[in-house]
C-alpha cells in the first residue's frame, strides 16, 4: 500500500470504532519502514535466553563512545524503547560532565536528578521520576 492507502484504510477502520471522525480528519502521515533506503524494516532479535545473555553488553558504552536504540532497550522493535534509550544515553553523557556530577552530588541547589531503576539482569529498566 501506499502512504494514501494506509492512510485511507486506518481511517476506514477507526470510523467503524468512532463514527464521524473522518468528518474531523484533517490529515495524516504513515511511514513504512519496509520502503525505507536505509532501514528496510529491519531489526533486531533475540533468540530464547539471548536476550539475558546480551542485552546487558549491548548498551554499555565504550570510552566516550554511547549506545542509544530499541535494540538497547527492554523494548526492542518498539518506538518507546529508542525514545527510552536516547534518554538513558543522554543521561549517561550528561552523568560524565562536570555539571551532571554535581547534580548527581546534589551540590546544585533545585536541580533534580534523574535516577534508574536496575532490572535483575543489572541494565537501565526505567527511569524514576525527579522529586522537585
Not at 550528561?94 to 546534589?106: D, H, M, P, S, V
Request: charged share 25%; proline share 8%.
Amino acid at each position: 500500500m501506499n502512504e494514501q492507502d494506509r492512510i485511507g484504510f486506518v481511517l476506514e477502520e477507526m470510523e467503524k470504532v468512532l463514527p464521524g471522525i473522518k468528518e474531523n480528519f484533517e490529515g495524516g502521515v504513515s511511514k513504512c519502514w519496509d520502503e525505507d533506503e536505509w532501514e528496510r524494516g529491519a531489526s533486531s532479535w533475540y533468540k530464547p535466553g539471548q536476550m539475558q545473555e546480551f542485552w546487558p553488553h549491548v548498551a554499555r558504552p565504550e570510552g566516550r563512545v554511547h549506545f542509544a536504540g530499541d535494540h538497547t532497550s527492554p523494548w526492542i522493535r518498539w518506538m518507546q524503547g529508542a525514545l527510552f534509550s536516547g534518554i538513558r544515553a543522554a543521561h549517561e553523557v550528561n552523568e560524565k560532565t562536570i555539571f551532571g556530577r554535581a547534580a548527581a552530588k546534589g551540590t546544585i541547589p533545585g536541580c533534580p536528578v534523574l535516577a534508574y531503576q536496575r532490572s535483575p539482569l543489572g541494565t537501565p529498566f526505567g527511569p524514576k521520576f525527579p522529586h522537585f
